[in-house]
């Protein structure tokens, strides 16, 4: 049985098929609106302070939820299509690029961590869990927590 997790307010649910009733549309958030849930393969369950960015095969951002702007101090609207690192200012210990591992493997990579950016100049230690999609469009979801 699919999860799914909403990348905006981090809700929780699954579902026989990912599609909903007769209409066969794309799963949306139940609790918040948001447009679509993000398939995972197994149940997650943030941190506390979680801030999720969703992005395309190229690692490009999608959509940035809740959580985000307190993270980095960066609006959605600024983040939107940027490489993902950039956007968020990402930075991994000795030029890994587990976000690249993702994207080409398809396999999640848990608890990877690295140093953010704040857009106020502040550099924080957070962990980040990385989550292939599953749907034909490929991309990923980056979950970013404070260490
Ligand atoms: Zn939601």
């Not at 100049?121 to 962990?127: L, N, R, T």
Request: charged fraction near 25%.
């Amino acid at each position: 049985m699919p999860y799914f997790i909403c990348p905006n307010c981090q809700r929780r649910s699954f579902d026989e098929d990912g599609r909903e009733g007769l209409s066969h549309q794309a799963l949306g958030c139940h609790d918040c609106g948001f447009g679509f849930v993000f398939q995972l393969l197994e149940d997650y369950f943030p941190g506390a302070g979680a801030a999720f960015t969703v992005c395309d095969r190229d690692a490009r951002v999608l959509a940035a939820g809740h959580g985000v702007f307190e993270m980095t101090g960066r609006q959605e609207d600024g983040m939107i299509g940027r490489d993902v690192r950039e956007a968020l200012a990402l930075r991994f210990a000795d030029g890994a690029d587990p976000i690249g591992t993702v994207l080409e493997w398809g396999v999640r990579q848990m608890e990877v961590p690295a140093t953010l950016h704040h857009a106020a100049g502040i550099e924080k230690p957070v962990v980040c869990d990385l989550f292939p999609a599953y749907d034909d469009d490929g991309g990923l979801l980056v979950a970013v927590t404070p260490a």
